[in-house]
């Protein structure tokens, strides 16, 4: 009678060994180091190295306005947006870890603010991020080989002498072509670069044309040019989804609309604040794990020892999720986190009165644990609900640290639906429901 029950159980315990085995750290033993596990497949990969952010793990603060002296005000919204794709790449290219870039707008003011935690040469990300992004579009050396024209790769190209600078603008559109379905990418040229566009395509035409941004080439393979452009205006196919076109769009303006980028402000933060503050959140994450088992023991007796060892696998569960995401933990984070313990408990506390409800009537103690958890269930859902929604919210219109906050209490807030709901009810039903069924 209890087959099933007890093969969740097993299931329960494989996802919980996983989940401590995905939560190891590095570990020293005799003087060797044993690295934590990796995830390494074609199509994931993940170094399960928890993610810090700039407040633990130290860094540089850099608030930066843009010039928009030079971009029409319908543009002005777009070029930001530009700059930001391209500062995140830049400051990626420098293999640090988990950027916190943001944009903040007011009626005349655009401003990037960038966190980059844990880097070490804060003058060379400063000049980096700085620098004018520059789009150049190529074409094939007149000396490249005949295969080039149909397996071109990049040692084949040369500069057109077409650049970011004659090109207006870049939009992302639906495809109005029945034979080349999906999204489309638009490109305006002036009037200077449209005699350049003209005499390119004439001379190539049915050859490829390539676009580099900051000598990175984008959309490869290329393009290739199908027919003489004389009007200046250009159109890119290739099946593209809707964010594909919108990430192309955005890339080929952030050389299209030159944004120069001054530095307001830059704060340094040392790891020293950051080793206290883990240090601190740790002991307060500690102290919220020892105190709730302790009140579930006291006031549950049985039934409080099978809530404490759920709550143990919630803990694993969520780190594993932290590091599998992976989810870059701020001290706003872990407050989210710490909060989550306390909430974690909420629905068993409510399924428990419950089931004591049932046994102070007299049921027997098999209906009592399956009328408890049935009643209990709508206050359950409604009040997970009614928080996910606000944590919805602030994730949407929250910035930095809020949006961490929000998103460690929504994974904690879900994955504390599933300890109560299927684990301490898997373990209710194996060691204490003697008649099931």
Not at 293 to 309: E, K, P, S, T
Not at 346 to 363: M, P, Y
Request: net charge neutral.
């Amino acid at each position: 009678m209890l087959k099933k029950p007890r093969r969740i159980l097993f299931l329960i315990l494989i996802l919980t060994v996983a989940a401590f085995y995905l939560d190891l750290p590095i570990i020293k033993f005799k003087g060797v180091e044993l690295s934590h596990p990796k995830i390494n497949t074609r199509i994931f990969k993940r170094d399960l190295e928890p993610k810090l952010g700039l407040d633990l793990a130290g860094g540089v603060q850099l608030t930066m306005s843009a010039d928009m002296t030079n971009i029409e005000p319908q543009d002005r919204d777009t070029a930001l947006g530009s700059a930001k794709d391209i500062v995140e790449n830049r400051i990626n290219s420098l293999g640090v870890a988990e950027p916190v870039i943001q944009t903040a707008k007011t009626q005349s003011q655009y401003r990037l603010i960038v966190e980059i935690p844990g880097i070490s040469d804060i003058d060379q990300a400063v000049s980096i991020v700085k620098k004018t992004a520059h789009l150049e579009f190529q074409i094939i050396k007149a000396d490249a080989p005949p295969e080039a024209t149909y397996a071109a790769t990049p040692e084949y190209f040369e500069a057109s002498g077409l650049t970011g600078k004659d090109l207006k603008r870049a939009t992302a559109a639906p495809s109005q072509d029945p034979q080349s379905p999906g999204y489309v990418v638009n490109l305006e040229f002036n009037s200077e670069g449209a005699k350049k566009l003209e005499e390119i395509t004439t001379n190539n035409l049915e050859k490829p044309m390539a676009m580099y941004l900051d000598d990175q080439p984008i959309s490869w393979p290329p393009p290739i040019i199908k027919a003489v452009i004389t009007d200046g205006n250009a159109q890119i196919t290739g099946g593209f989804t809707s964010q594909q076109a919108k990430q192309l769009a955005i890339q080929l303006n952030a050389g299209a609309l030159p944004v120069p980028l001054n530095i307001e402000s830059q704060t340094r933060i040392g790891p020293t604040i950051g080793t206290d503050s883990i240090q601190k959140s740790l002991f307060a994450t500690a102290v919220g794990l020892v105190s709730v088992a302790i009140f579930m023991i006291v006031c549950y007796r049985v039934l409080g020892i099978f809530a404490v060892a759920a709550l143990c696998i919630y803990t694993l569960i969520v780190f594993a999720i932290f590091k599998i995401i992976p989810v870059t933990l701020t001290l706003a984070g872990i407050a989210g986190f710490v909060l989550s313990i306390g909430m974690a408990v909420d629905a068993n506390i409510l399924i428990f009165e419950r089931i004591k409800e049932e046994l102070r009537w007299g049921k027997p103690k098999h209906d009592a644990f399956f009328t408890g958890f049935d009643r209990a269930w709508s206050s359950i859902r409604d009040s997970n609900v009614s928080s996910l929604i606000t944590t919805a919210i602030l994730f949407n219109f929250g910035t930095g640290s809020i949006r961490g906050f929000a998103l460690t209490l929504a994974i904690g807030i879900l994955v504390s639906m599933f300890s109560a709901i299927t684990v301490t009810r898997t373990f209710i039903r194996v060691f204490w429901v003697r008649k099931i069924e």
